[in-house]
């Protein structure tokens, strides 16, 4: 599976940016798919995830309340509505896709087996 990040940039506090990570080369209904970040000189970082098709959502106690997954299967698309932006959601963000994935390894970004490149996300205060 390959995976294409895209929709970071620049954007002021409080204003919205959605992401989209295009998947292609596998089935991706059946993919829980996630968003991580890092941060310039920290440690990555989970965001958000959807399980497989029919599957929960899951945040970050960071971003939950301004930030949304969702899926497009058709469109093999995973996308991050982002609210409410903070200079400290300022991060590379990556997406990912894994099978097999437990609810209680969600967050554990070792258990994706595919990532996509990283798009640039600066909150400007």
């Known amino acids: 599976v390959q995976l294409q990040a895209s929709g970071g940039g620049l954007v002021q506090a409080g204003g919205s940016l959605r992401l989209s990570c295009a998947a292609s080369?596998?089935?991706?209904?059946?993919?829980?798919v996630g968003w991580f970040r890092q941060a310039p000189g920290k440690g990555r970082e989970f965001v958000a995830a959807?399980?497989?098709?029919?599957?929960?959502?899951y945040y970050a106690d960071s971003v939950k309340g301004r930030f949304t997954i969702s899926r497009d299967n058709a469109k093999n698309t995973v996308y991050l509505q982002m609210n409410s932006l903070k200079p400290e959601d300022t991060a590379v963000y990556y997406c990912?896709?894994?099978?097999?994935?437990?609810?209680?390894?969600?967050?554990?970004?070792?258990?994706?087996?595919?990532w996509g490149q990283g798009t640039l996300v600066t909150v400007s205060s």
């Open positions: 990912a896709a894994g099978r097999g994935i437990i609810v209680t390894t969600i967050r554990d970004g070792r258990q994706y087996d595919y």
């Open positions: 959807h399980k497989r098709s029919g599957g929960g959502t």
């Open positions: 080369g596998g089935t991706f209904s059946s993919y829980t």
